[in-house]
């Protein structure tokens, strides 16, 4: 049988094991199938030859092609060495791992080990039992793991450790997202009530509907809204574009939303939306688009069809992972850390059918956070560098002035001097002899068009270093 699920097609045999097979009723001339486990759950329907896996759905599938009957759930930082909460280079700490049975059958006799492959990362307490699962059930264990970062680990980290299940006679290998270290805030849209760097538009065809709004907000007193501005029904034929400005990326980024949506759901397949909103990349102007997932996943998936058979009327292809049904104010996150140093756009998109709407999308303080490495460096106490260089541009992306850091290792000649892309002097923000050590210089960029520029630092006639700025306005 053949089944849509994110946008691939995948093969498999009618999943024997998981449940029964009934063909329950017809809709017209369309035959309608559902999957029924022992318990008479509904995990999956068909529709003709089509089915509609959303993400609760798809943990069916997830156990037919990896046929473990736990996942890993969440994973909870119990304690650290300094107690602020954050994992650093050269702390210990413990954790609970939760685990989820998506079985339809008891699981007992549980226990785990912990591994970690990596040279600065030891796993100290590995060993830990789960009391026995029921399906649905999620536990954490019976004692919690240890875990040492040596000094020598990165200053920031996004890794995976394998957690060796063992069930009965049966062992599966899970993957155990772990993070450390302190990112920094470089960027933020809390939304205010002009936004001049964002762009509000609609593709071809479509109606566009974002605005700033004051119906509801995570920090005052404004937010973007896709949705009607006074009442509680957003158009139909949406296919809404928020855009942000280009801006440039740190090392380790995470982009960070506070969100909450109201949107039209299936009643027949509540994980398959009519309406929602996707978040999207760019790294090329706009030319083209990637969906961005967050960290948690989409909590619905784009319907194929509409509820009479008929192809849905979205702008989104079918299977698409969105969110959309209800959910209040909360916070998502989207891994950048593969993108340092290169500028890019984001989007807010939302999409709807032809049919009715509901409260729509609320996005709130979009906010990007990184990790500068030669920053972290240069600013420790009593490091001085070899050579002279420019150590930091504080903020970049700025919006009119931003500070110039350098370090001089001995008394000289010194000239900071702004550049475009052409290679045109625009601004010299400094100029004259300084003493050894570390010297700070404001930038305006008054007058200045948004764009990228590049500060460049001389010494004694000779440039040494040079940065790249990201102004927009």
């Known amino acids: 049988m053949n089944a849509h699920w994110d946008q691939y097609e995948h093969d498999f045999p009618i999943l024997a094991g ?13 035959p309608h199938t559902t999957i029924l486990d022992a318990c008479g759950v509904v995990l999956a329907n068909w529709i003709g030859w089509t089915t509609e896996f959303g993400p609760q759905m798809q943990a069916v599938v997830e156990q037919y092609l990896n046929p473990s009957p736990l996942v890993v759930a969440g994973v909870d930082l119990l304690d650290e060495s300094d107690g602020d909460g954050i994992v650093e280079p050269g702390e210990s ?26 040279e600065w990362l030891t796993v100290s307490q590995p060993t830990g039992s789960y009391p026995d699962f029921t399906p ?75 605005h700033i709004s004051q119906l509801d907000y995570s920090s005052p007193d404004y937010s973007w809204h896709c949705g009607a501005v006074t009442n509680n029904d ?27 949506i109201s949107a039209e759901v299936s009643t027949v397949f509540p994980d398959s939306a009519y309406d929602g909103g996707v978040v999207e990349i760019s790294l090329n102007g706009g030319d083209s688009w990637n969906q961005l997932t967050p960290l948690a996943g989409y909590n619905k998936t784009f319907r194929w069809e509409s509820g009479g058979g008929s192809p849905a ?25 593969l993108l340092a140093d ?13 049919g009715g709407g509901d409260g729509g999308w609320f996005v709130d303080d979009i906010t990007l956070l990184g990790y500068d490495e030669e920053q972290s460096v240069d600013n420790q106490p009593g490091h001085l560098p070899t050579d002279p260089r420019l150590t930091a541009v504080y903020p ?56 990228i520029y590049f500060a460049l630092l001389q010494v004694d006639g000779h440039s040494v270093d040079q940065r790249k700025l990201m102004l927009v306005k």
């Open 136 to 210: 649905g059930d999620i536990y954490p264990g019976s004692v919690p793991f240890e875990l040492l970062v040596d000094v020598t680990a990165p200053p920031v980290f996004d890794i995976e450790l394998s957690l060796e299940v063992t069930v009965g006679e049966n062992v599966w290998t899970l993957a155990v997202p772990f993070s450390g270290g302190e990112r920094q805030v470089y960027y933020t849209c809390q939304v205010a009530a002009e936004e001049p760097d964002w762009v509000m538009e609609a593709a071809p065809g479509w109606t566009g509907q974002w």
């Open 18 to 30: 998981c449940g029964d097979l009934f063909t329950t009723w017809g809709t017209g001339s369309i």
């Open 396 to 451: 970049n992306p700025f919006n009119g002035t931003t500070r110039l850091d350098l370090n001089l290792w001995q008394a000289d000649k010194v000239s900071l001097v702004i550049h475009d892309l052409l290679g045109r002097q625009v601004a010299v923000p400094f100029t004259g002899f300084l003493p050894a050590g570390q010297h700070s210089f404001n930038f305006d960029a008054d007058g200045l068009a948004t764009g």
């Open 342 to 354: 290169q500028i890019v756009w984001f989007r807010f998109r939302f999409g709807s059918d032809n």
């Open 93 to 118: 700490a413990s954790l609970d791992i939760l685990l989820h049975d998506l079985c339809t059958e008891y699981c007992g006799e549980v226990s785990a080990h912990l591994v970690s492959e990596l």
């Open 313 to 337: 009327t979205h702008p989104f292809p079918g299977g698409t992972p969105c969110f959309s049904g209800e959910f209040d104010w909360r916070e998502d996150l989207f891994d950048l850390g």
């Open 234 to 260: 957003y158009a139909a034929h949406l296919d809404s574009r928020l855009v942000s400005p280009p801006l440039v990326l740190l090392p380790h980024s995470l982009l960070q939303i506070q969100h909450r």
